[in-house]
């Protein structure tokens, strides 16, 4: 069933034509809920916002109950799609992609658009649009919960980090995300190195590593 466009969210005026969830160019809006059968579910009255082609994709195969929601969905959507051009500023500094040594046609192709790919995806995952206001009447945030920020790039959460650095340096699956837990989230960094030790580990293993790990924090 299609449905008319809802009230347009303020959009202030150096904005104008811009994707809410990404930050590039848009003159497409998309009505939230996407779907009439939440409206009832929204924490605020239904509205449209403007939107990019690839951004409106990810909203439409959304099932979300507010603005800021979407916003997550979509964002986490990104993060997913561009796993790749985002482990390139992990895996690389701009400096080593310059002076690295590879040689050949297509590393040459790499190197030219791999830092500029990178920086887009990051900068369109970080961006975080503006104050959400219908009418002049700000939107209630429905979570306070603001993300997880990691090596310059925001997560929606710490578990799509943990998503995301195992799929960039091939982690194992489960050492990552027990070593979250066990460590907590201010020794990321840390569970990352530890993961990027172990690549290959048999269960038995990976409960080795967890065990000294735990005795070494409890020791403290
Ligand atoms: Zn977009």
Redesign the pocket.
Known sequence: MSVDKYPEIDIPFDVRYT?L????P?DETVNIPFSVDDINKTSHSPLSVP??I???SFVKKARCHSVYQYQKA?KAALTRKYQKALSIGSNWTEQELQESEFEGAAFEGFKRSAWMMYTIAKE?INYTGWTLCLDGIPLVADDENSGFEFDGTRFVSVDHAVEHYIKTFHLDALLLPELVKLLGEEKFSYAIRVSRLYLSISAVERAEILADIAESLSEV
Not at 21 to 24: A, S, T
């Open positions: 994707c969830f990404c930050g590039e848009s939107v990019c690839e951004c409106q979509v369109r």
